[in-house]
């Protein structure tokens, strides 16, 4: 059965091509997209259920029972921010539920401080042709699906 | 049995390798001046871009290489952090030699 991929975020599908980051807008992390997400203070939420790979302020990974990796990015280069505006509410190693609040920031501080808050949400070890539904683009609320996983 | 002495080194981790791979492939251990792994990918900061070989760390099997100037990142997947720890180990290793 496909894996269902939602949205950690409220915002615009602007897809891996509106991201900044030659990184990322190559696929060169795997296929996915991105979410620009509404400039509020609020949560960024697991895409799928599974246990949190990796957690830091900027990024986290989480991985499906079933092995599926899947990366979100909270902005671009937001490493240099070293956790400033990002607070964690989950822990690394914690199994999450879809739609689980993981991260609490706001893209608009984010924006401020001079970084692109834009959310690459990424399949890891994933080919293109195996994801469907990856290229739409527009408004998405948080826990929508985003692209399916086959 | 003993293993034989001067059988060709089959890394024990194969991290190790590729570790070894990646710091060839940016120029060799001199080159590298700062190593960092973000998620799943290395920022690196090397002294001399021209020494970087991108088809060297292609066949270590990274995923792929962005370079501006000085500053390379490879990617490398969610082993990062693993894989930046034995870069880190080895250039201290290799430094201790001098």
Redesign the interface.
Known sequence: MALVVGSPVSGTVVGLSGVSD??FA?A???PGTAVDPVRAPGHVCAPVAGVL??L?PH?F?VVTDDGH?V?V?LGIDT?RLDGAGFRLIATEGDWVAAGEPVVAWDPAEVATRGFSPICPV?A??ATDDVLSDHSKHGPVEAGEPLFSWN | MEPEPNQPDQPARPALGKARAIIDGLGGAQNILEIEPCITRLRTEVRDGTLVSESALKSAGVHGVSRRGTIVQVIVGPEADVLAQDIEDQLAAEEDQF
């Open positions: 030659p990184v190559a060169m992390v795997g790979r990796k830091k990024a990974i990796g990366l990015h490493i990424i890891l070890d």
